[in-house]
């Protein structure tokens, strides 16, 4: 099983900046790429940004150039570097994980979401 833990999100200003956490923990064999996706109110669920075991990245370009993605594999955490925050990037932000257990079974994993609210 894995278990994915987000933190990091809250209140900010328009122009300020947050860093969300994403925490796996559980008894897996390896965390392949791993992801933050967001949904906001009456809007589908979409990928912000990703990353891979060996460190490569890919952000989507409503974001590209705001925020960062990147991940300590000796921790198993991913962390997303919110800056310039706009009122569009409201929404819930959830983490995903695939990987593998110990069994070498594939498994696919979403955090519980974080609220991120931007707004004056």
């Known amino acids: 099983q894995v278990q994915l833990v987000e933190s990091g999100g809250g209140l900010v200003q328009p122009g300020g900046s947050l860093r969300l956490s994403c925490a796996a923990s559980?008894?897996?064999?390896?965390?392949?790429?791993m992801a933050w996706y967001r949904q906001a109110p009456g809007n589908q669920r979409e990928l912000v940004a990703s990353?891979?075991?060996?460190?490569?990245?890919y952000v989507v370009d409503a974001v590209k150039g705001r925020f960062t993605i990147s991940r300590d594999n000796t921790k198993n955490t991913m962390y997303l570097q919110m800056d310039s925050l706009e009122p569009e990037d409201t929404a819930v932000y959830y983490c995903?994980?695939?990987?593998?257990?110990?069994?070498?079974?594939?498994?696919?994993?979403w955090g519980q979401g974080t609220q991120v609210t931007v707004s004056s």
């Open positions: 559980g008894r897996f064999y390896r965390i392949n790429t």
């Open positions: 995903n994980c695939n990987g593998r257990l110990l069994s070498m079974a594939r498994v696919e994993t």
């Open positions: 990353i891979t075991s060996g460190g490569t990245m």
